[in-house]
């Protein structure tokens, strides 16, 4: 025969862990919204949902596969990015950067006459120096990542028109044309290499002790340094890391257009940013993925086209890409809120 304290007790114990229940159940829902990946698809299948209701022409994989071709890009230049923000820097040059990067493999082409491989090389090689300066200054010197950057972008806009002189350079000798222009699947080639660029760069911070010391400096410096983590050598090759994937936009750019004009990439690298922070990437530092990027530029682009398709006023397109830009910030602020939450109940 039971107490009426035991009965109080254990029935006080039944609706506590029932509460903890209904709270784990919405905590859960809550999480995969706050989820990077999640919180970007699920506008995406809105946006699509409701284009698609009014224009029946986007529902076609021929205008889908013009949407995915054309984010690669932003989408190389928002890579770079994405390693820069995680270790807890910016870098505003990147699309410059690129716009010099593919002038050079232009002037290699057709001022030095140089074959396919040397070109791209060099292409690669110009945007790994400038992003080397970036490393230094911010690294040996010191200085800010938003003022060296920003610096060295009208520095790679003032080299690019120089050098060109304001003329494109066809590079239409290396005969990459019938590549560029193949389309398996409606794509390009180049999409695929974007795609194998992805998986490359989400191994690498997943699962690779580069990647964890990267996070770990974006966390928190002071405690990678405590932790025998070489903070500068890996800000260092993270800027050089980012200048080649601005190189391989601005290459992307070159080979699909078959010229190098140093009006590619201009305010490349504030869409790209946009694209991190609405793909989950920390705007602090120390979290993200590559996938999150990748869906952050779908997303950016989805909007863009479909806007356009919609024949929404250019002015309104800006005021709701910027709208989407604070979201991002503020789900970015949540989610770190919802992660301290779920530590402090452990």
Known sequence: M?????????????????????RNKSSIGLKLLLTPEIGVLLPILVLCIITASLN???????????????????????????LIIMVGEIDLSIGMNGCLAGIMMGVACQKWGLPLIPCLCICLLSGALIGMI????????????????????YLC?????????????????????????????????LFFIFIALILI????????????????????????????IDVRKIKMMVFILAGILAATGGMFDVL?????????????????????????????????????????????????????????D???????????LVLAVLMDLQRKKLEKRELTRM
């Open 2 to 22: 039971k107490l009426k304290g035991v009965d109080f007790v254990e029935t006080k114990m039944t609706n506590k862990e029932a509460e903890r229940k209904l």
């Open 134 to 153: 970036n490393g230094l200054c911010v690294t040996r010197f010191h200085l800010s990542s938003w003022i060296t950057t920003l610096a060295t972008q």
């Open 256 to 312: 699909k257009n078959a010229t190098a004009n140093s009006n590619f990439g201009g305010g490349r690298e504030f869409r790209a940013i946009i694209c991190c922070a609405v793909g989950g990437i920390s705007m602090t530092g120390g979290a993200g993925s590559m996938f999150g990027v990748a869906l952050g530029v779908l997303l950016f682009h989805t909007l863009w086209d479909c806007l356009r398709l919609l024949n929404v």
């Open 56 to 82: 029946k022409t986007f529902l076609t994989w021929k205008y889908f596969s013009t949407i995915l071709t054309g984010s690669i890009f932003i989408g190389a230049a928002a890579l770079g990015e994405a």
């Open 314 to 324: 250019t002015n309104l397109q800006l005021v709701l890409i910027g709208a989407i």
């Open 201 to 228: 760069l989400d191994f690498v911070i997943r699962r690779t002790k580069f990647g964890y010391q990267l996070r770990a400096v974006g966390g928190n410096k002071d405690s990678a340094e405590m932790a025998g």
């Open 157 to 189: 806009q003032g080299l690019a028109v120089t050098i060109c002189q304001g003329v494109p350079l066809s590079i239409k000798a290396l005969g990459t044309s019938a590549f560029t222009r193949a389309k398996p699947l409606r794509l390009s080639w």
